[in-house]
């Protein structure tokens, strides 16, 4: 079956870390650019980090960069999101999707998605 799994949403403090992790299965995430969403309430869909292919290194929204690092590990078809300094405003629902090589930061490039996980940043 094909298909992209987030895991590792929840609840933090601000100021707090959370890991994401995106794990596809039936095909092979090497071949295929890697974003991370995220869509906060009654806001549009956000592009939050991409790796663009094979090789290249992530990209980073301005809004999350210095505090997320983004990761792909081929051997486990794998995708991370570390997030460190989490702010209120990060508080969404973080999906992982996969699109041709190339693809950016658009959530419009990307045509498989995760079912999405939820990050709530609150005191």
């Known amino acids: 079956q094909v298909q992209l799994v987030e895991s590792g949403g929840g609840l933090v403090q601000p100021g707090g870390s959370l890991r994401l992790s995106c794990a596809a299965s039936?095909?092979?995430?090497?071949?295929?650019?890697i974003g991370w969403f995220r869509q906060a309430p009654g806001k549009e869909l956000e592009g939050v980090s991409c790796?663009?292919?094979?090789?290249?290194?992530?990209h980073y929204a301005s809004s999350v960069k210095g505090r997320f690092t983004m990761s792909r590990d081929i051997a486990k078809n794998t995708v991370d999101l570390q997030m460190n300094s989490l702010q209120f405003e990060d508080t969404a629902i973080y999906y992982c999707?996969?699109?041709?090589?190339?693809?950016?930061?658009?959530?419009?490039?990307?045509?498989?998605w995760g079912q999405g996980t939820h990050i709530t940043v609150s005191s």
């Open positions: 790796i663009t292919g094979r090789g290249s290194a992530p």
């Open positions: 999707a996969a699109g041709p090589e190339g693809a950016a930061l658009d959530p419009d490039e990307y045509f498989r």
């Open positions: 039936g095909f092979s995430l090497d071949y295929y650019a």
